[in-house]
């Protein structure tokens, strides 16, 4: 394949951009190489400035479920734009919205809606804290909640990537409060908590991870985890910015029966927009401006255009009653497509897998942290990823990343793509 217009688009973007790109995971920076200047999408396709085409296994780190420019999502946000793109005012496809995100996620009376995935965790511990009046968190090393300060602490995604789970900028003082445990390591948590006894506010999750490849929890970790906050008058926050709407209409808390204190969206609840949200039962919801005095807002926030995208989206979710079986099907089939090639060239590896999340990781042992996820081979991963970009399959560039299996995804670009893990196998 060439590359040409996007490697100039690229240099171009570097002047006026920082590393040419507006968020870090962008860059190709984990695998080397120039990163695909996208040009348009539809269905499970995703076409470059070059007029190459590629089976996307990204689709926009999410939010695509049925596939890109999903005709009922399309629809909506040109009907909408006709009246106007923002008003400060409330309108009335925001209690639409709302209501429905309320009946199809269980344990939760009231939602706010923000603008992004970081903001809706950002917002979710200030709320966290203001309820429970302790200011520490834990949150697990490779779990990423965005970018705001409290998180950047052991963060995964493209903090990893990039070499600064860490970032400078975020203050000792910010740091000190965020406790940092380890993915599916119930005693580990219980030590932290007992360590800290009265000053823990919340523990946030990733109730299936996503940003450390796709991780699920252990048998009984969540579990654990709602009986540790139970007995210590913590909450237990749920980060389903990449699950919600996706592993089940109710997200995790529905997968694995467990109920969340605080539950946080982003991605699929925007059909494509910037949309984030958060949401929890009236108790802790009644804390928040206007009703409560813990304070959150935005200019922006529950914008008609992303309210009408993420309407139509929740919609054809909640009414298409096949669709999580289908998405199940179709990574179960993927995951034994991909097995089967790389177990054929006696590539070692791992492929972790829940609902329509997948990954696939370069090493011996089960990948169920942090640490067995950066284990993985870097070197066969970049190989891996530049073998498929040049066969038309795009994944994330990055084994810190899960695979986001859409809807829109036929058997056949399922067979193209196994066919090409059998290729690139070869040369691994
Ligand atoms: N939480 C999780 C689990 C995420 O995967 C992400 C983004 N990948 C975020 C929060 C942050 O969302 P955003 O990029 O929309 O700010």
Not at 47 to 60: K, M, Q, T, W
Not at 256 to 280: E, R, T, W, Y
Request: glycine residues 10%; proline residues 4%.
């Amino acid at each position: 394949m060439l590359y040409q217009r996007s490697s100039a688009l690229f240099k171009e973007a570097q002047q006026v951009i920082p590393g040419g790109v507006n968020s870090p995971v962008r860059a190709f920076n984990a695998v080397g190489g120039t990163p695909i200047f996208a040009k348009s999408a539809k269905g499970a396709y995703v076409y470059d400035e070059d007029g190459n085409r590629f089976i996307d296994y990204i689709n926009s780190w999410g939010p695509m479920l049925l596939g890109h420019a999903f005709p009922p999502v399309v629809e909506a946000v040109i009907e909408k734009t006709q009246s106007g793109t923002s008003f400060g005012m409330p309108t009335a496809i925001e209690t639409e919205i709302a209501e429905l995100a309320v009946s199809m996620v269980p344990n939760i009376d009231k939602i706010r809606f923000v603008n992004s995935g970081t903001e809706a965790c950002m917002s979710a511990i200030r709320l966290a804290r203001g309820f429970t009046k302790k200011d520490k968190i834990i949150k697990f090393a490779g779990c990423y909640h965005g970018h705001s300060d409290s998180f950047l602490i052991a963060a995964g995604s493209g903090a990893v990537t990039f070499g600064t789970p860490n970032s400078p900028g975020v203050t000792q003082g910010t740091a000190k409060d965020t406790l940092l445990a380890r993915y599916n390591d119930i005693e580990n948590v219980k030590q932290l908590v007992d360590a800290n006894k009265g000053e823990i506010a919340a523990i946030i999750i990733e109730p299936v991870a996503g940003n450390m490849g796709c991780i699920p929890p252990k048998e009984g970790f969540l579990e654990g985890l709602r009986s540790v906050c139970d007995a210590h008058n913590v909450l237990l926050i749920f980060d389903e910015v990449m699950t919600g709407f996706r592993l089940a209409k109710g997200g995790v808390q529905e997968l694995k029966s467990i109920d969340a204190d605080i539950v946080c969206f982003g991605k699929v609840v925007g059909g494509g927009l910037p949309v984030g949200a958060f949401a929890a039962r009236n108790e802790i919801m009644n804390h928040l401006a206007p009703l409560g005095p813990v304070y959150q807002a935005g200019t922006l926030s529950g914008n008609p255009l992303a309210m009408a995208a993420g309407l139509a989206m929740l919609k054809a979710v909640n009414n298409d009653k096949g669709l999580m079986n289908r998405l199940e099907e179709k990574t179960k089939y993927l995951h034994t497509g991909i097995a089967d090639a790389l177990n054929k060239n006696n590539i070692v590896h791992q492929i972790n897998r829940i609902g329509s999340m997948i990954s696939v990781h370069f090493c011996d042992d089960a990948v169920v942290d942090f640490e067995s996820a950066a284990k993985g081979n870097n070197e066969t991963f970049k190989k891996f990823f530049h073998g498929m970009l040049n066969k038309g399959i795009y994944i994330a560039p990055s084994a810190f990343e899960t695979w986001f299996i859409t809807d829109a995804l036929t058997y056949q670009d399922l067979n193209e793509t196994i066919a090409a893990v059998e290729e690139v196998a070869k040369t691994l």
